[in-house]
């Protein structure tokens, strides 16, 4: 377990690397509102660490630019809610393939056997965070080509592959 948080460390800092002319506040709200599609404002701020006033702002700065739509809930119309553009979309997939390609790299002299180990270790990772986060672990990838590659599954909190994102404000 002592491996998790300089492993996460190396996936942040080069999706920070990787966020283009984005601030970090601004790139970590395009990642909230794509995990969560139709979130308010006040969600977002919540997860950024912002407050509504600032985060009100960063979205405005986000439509403004095409990366976020803005609208209001079908359920609540007084509620102002955010939803990811392909523009935002293209961001986030293009930081992610350039870490995952540097991650490939890093991880590129294991042997095949290591290799092997690894994705089977992370698989079972996946599996037990994901009963123990109530997410459906019937749908993680069973082979190790897609486990390798974040199996394709979008996920709470995912900056690359299967990684989460705990919150932590001390990254931003």
Do not use: C
């Not at 540097?102 to 089977?120: F, G, I, K, W």
């Not at 900056?159 to 994102?165: F, K, L, N, S």
């Amino acid at each position: 377990m002592a491996a998790v948080p300089p492993v996460l460390w190396f996936m942040r800092r080069r999706m920070r690397g990787h966020r283009g002319k984005l601030s970090m506040p601004q790139f970590r709200a395009l990642v909230r509102v794509e995990r969560e599609p139709s979130v308010s404002v006040t969600e977002v701020a919540e997860h950024v660490g912002l407050s509504l006033s600032t985060m009100s702002r960063v979205v405005s700065g986000l439509v403004d630019r095409g990366y976020l739509a803005r609208d209001t809930s079908g359920l609540d119309r007084r509620r102002v809610v955010v939803a990811i553009t392909p523009k935002g979309k293209t961001v986030l997939q293009d930081a992610r393939a350039q870490t995952r390609r540097e991650l490939e790299e890093v991880l590129a002299p294991l042997d095949s056997a290591d290799q092997t180990r690894l994705s089977d270790a992370m698989r079972i990772l996946r599996r037990l965070f994901d009963s123990a986060d109530g997410t459906a672990a019937a749908s993680a990838p069973t082979n190790g080509a897609a486990a390798r590659n974040g199996g394709g599954r979008k996920h709470r909190g995912a900056a690359v592959g299967g990684g989460r994102d705990n919150g932590s404000r001390s990254h931003r």
